[in-house]
């Protein structure tokens, strides 16, 4: 259902409001002031993995929000090392490398509470071209605006990983950027 809204608080409220109506909010609750987790996470992970960048995928950033975290795990299952931003930037950015996680393991490794135990530290500098990013979202236009929570790191860890790429050549080629949302975060229009 595509919608109007006069900006970007309104259609974040919309969408809050939606979900927990409807039942399609998942844990941790209440979804409001957060990039909320839903219903059929697994399923989205599982297909963006089918399509092209991501599944010929060798290095991928993936926010760190609850919605994201069935991707993490299906992105290490099949193989492809994945770099996490710490919660609000804190600690830079997280390497979770899946062939140093034991398959049994790979639940732990993406969890933000128990998952410092399988990734390492990776400075700026030391980033890798990176073949896709995935942002997760509140609301997502039909074509491809976003918003966030409203606190603006997923803007700032775009621009860190563009400011390291650039200075490094790193990124030789458009970096496909993906807006993670389920069907009832589809709006129109956001004002920028």
Known sequence: MARDFADKSAARQWVWDRLSAEGGARFPFPPHGRIPNFAGAEVAAARLLDIEPWKSATAIKVNPDS???????????????VFVPTPRLRGGFKKLDPRRIPPDRINEAVSLSRGDRWSEEVALTD?????????????VTRDGRRCGKGEGYSDLEFA???????????WPRPCTICRSSPPCRATQPISR
């Not at 860190?160 to 790193?170: D, G, H, K, N, Y």
């Open 160 to 170: 860190i990983c563009a400011s390291s790429v650039i200075r490094r050549c790193l």
């Open 67 to 81: 919605p994201q975290r069935p991707l993490r795990a299906e992105a290490l299952r099949r193989g492809i090392t």
């Open 127 to 139: 980033m890798p071209r990176l073949d896709a990013i995935v942002c997760g979202s509140v609301a």
